[in-house]
Structures are given as structure tokens and as C-alpha cells.
């Protein structure tokens, strides 16, 4: 799998994908992994700055089925949507992002050593190394159970949050390796998406990653 990021202006996250700058870009879906038997259509956009990437996720639902879990919580334990960015394939390292319809937030950075790995939480989290974020609910009220037709997540990277994992920042025409996922607990079990198909029960399989081009 691949896509080409378009490189736009830097904008306001809002959380209702208005932005301008979002014309530019392709919806990528998301298809079911796994098992699971919701059926809810889910898509994804990204493009960069100079200062950083942004993504757009649109998720059909049907109810909010998540608490509220503060921020560096156990997100995927809930509704939730993920990025991993793997920039430099030389390093056993890559970043994960997630954000609930609530719009609570885990960045981490993960060491993964042959299929062994763990997060660790960014510090010095404020500024400019500070992920911008807001989600927006259709339906139904922004609130833990609530019945809803969909919601959105919209949010900011900063390169300099990434510091350190290499290719950073990326230049026009390199790639990088990533996924985008999403983890919907409306049913038991609970349903997975992934952008670049993924086998074996964890989102954590870097090598089945896809690419992403700077444009």
C-alpha cells in the first residue's frame, strides 16, 4: 500500500476536516482486519508542512463506546483511531499516535526488537513538540455511550516531537513506512480497520506496514 502525501500551508486543527488544505488530499480507506462484525465505513487523509503532518479520520458509528479515559491512557482498550510512522527502517523504532471520539490522546514512541515492544511517553510535551488535536461527533452528543452516526478525528504531528527517529524532517519525494487503524468497540469481539492489511493479532507488525510519499 502507498499514498502520496500532498505538502500544504500549515492550518488550524478544528476537527471538522474543513480546512482548506484538505482539498488536496485522497481519502484512503480503511478495511476490516481480523475479527469483529461491525461494518462501518472508516477513512483517512494526510498531508504535511514544513512543521509537521496532519491527519483526518471520518468513522461511520453507531454508539460511543468509550469512558473517559484521560490522556496517555489505554486508548485502544476503547473506540479509538491510531497512527504508526516508522520514518527510518534502519531503527527499531517508530511513533504511535491515538486519539478517542472524546478526544483523549497516547503519543508514543515504541522500541521494537523482533516482534518485542513497548511504549515510551514523549517528554517535554508542551510547545512546538506538542500534538494539536480535536474530534467532532455527528448524530448524537459528544459523550461516553452515546448513540451517534459518526465522528471525526483531526490532528496535528509536530516533526519536532519525532526528533530523533531519523528521516525527520522528511524531504520532498522521500518515504516513509506507516499505517492508520482503527479499533470500534461496539460488539464483541471488537472490530479492527487497517489501512495496510495486517496479519496475526496486533497492529505492531511494522514489516506489513505501508508507505507514505512526500511530495
Given at each position: 500500500m502507498q499514498f502520496v502525501l500532498p505538502r500544504v500551508d500549515d492550518f488550524e486543527v478544528t476537527g471538522d476536516g474543513c480546512a482548506t488544505a484538505w482539498k488536496k488530499a485522497e481519502?484512503?480507506?480503511?478495511?476490516?482486519?481480523?475479527?469483529?462484525?461491525?461494518?462501518?465505513?472508516?477513512?483517512?487523509?494526510?498531508?504535511?508542512?514544513?512543521t509537521g503532518i496532519y491527519f483526518l479520520f471520518d468513522c461511520e458509528d453507531r454508539k460511543l463506546a468509550c469512558t473517559a479515559l484521560k490522556d496517555f491512557g489505554d486508548l485502544y482498550l476503547e473506540d479509538v483511531v491510531e497512527v504508526f510512522l516508522w520514518p527510518d527502517e534502519?531503527?527499531?523504532?517508530?511513533?504511535?499516535?491515538?486519539?478517542?471520539?472524546?478526544?483523549?490522546?497516547?503519543?508514543?514512541?515504541?522500541?521494537?526488537?523482533?516482534?518485542?515492544?513497548?511504549?515510551?511517553?514523549?517528554?517535554?510535551?508542551?510547545?512546538?513538540?506538542?500534538?494539536?488535536?480535536?474530534?467532532?461527533?455527528?448524530?448524537?452528543?459528544?459523550?461516553?455511550?452515546?448513540?451517534?452516526?459518526?465522528?471525526?478525528?483531526?490532528?496535528?504531528?509536530?516533526?519536532?516531537?519525532?526528533?530523533?527517529?531519523?528521516?525527520?524532517?522528511?524531504?520532498?519525494?522521500?518515504?516513509?513506512?506507516?499505517?492508520?487503524?482503527?479499533?470500534?468497540y461496539d460488539q464483541t469481539p471488537e472490530s479492527h480497520w487497517a489501512w495496510s492489511p495486517v496479519t496475526g493479532k496486533t497492529f505492531h507488525k511494522p514489516d506489513e506496514f505501508g508507505t507514505l510519499v512526500f511530495g
Open positions: 481519502w484512503q480507506t480503511l478495511r476490516r482486519v481480523w475479527s469483529g462484525s461491525a461494518t462501518y465505513g472508516t477513512r483517512a487523509k494526510a498531508v504535511y508542512s514544513a534502519r531503527q527499531p523504532l517508530y511513533f504511535e499516535y491515538e486519539i478517542s471520539p472524546l478526544g483523549a490522546e497516547l503519543p508514543i514512541v515504541v522500541p521494537n526488537c523482533r516482534g518485542v515492544f513497548h511504549g515510551w511517553l514523549p517528554w517535554h510535551y508542551t510547545g512546538p513538540r506538542q500534538a494539536r488535536r480535536a474530534t467532532e461527533v455527528r448524530g448524537g452528543p459528544k459523550l461516553s455511550g452515546a448513540a451517534v452516526s459518526g465522528w471525526n478525528a483531526e490532528f496535528f504531528l509536530p516533526f519536532a516531537l519525532l526528533q530523533g527517529l531519523g528521516n525527520t524532517p522528511p524531504t520532498p519525494g522521500m518515504s516513509w513506512r506507516g499505517n492508520m487503524y482503527r479499533i470500534d
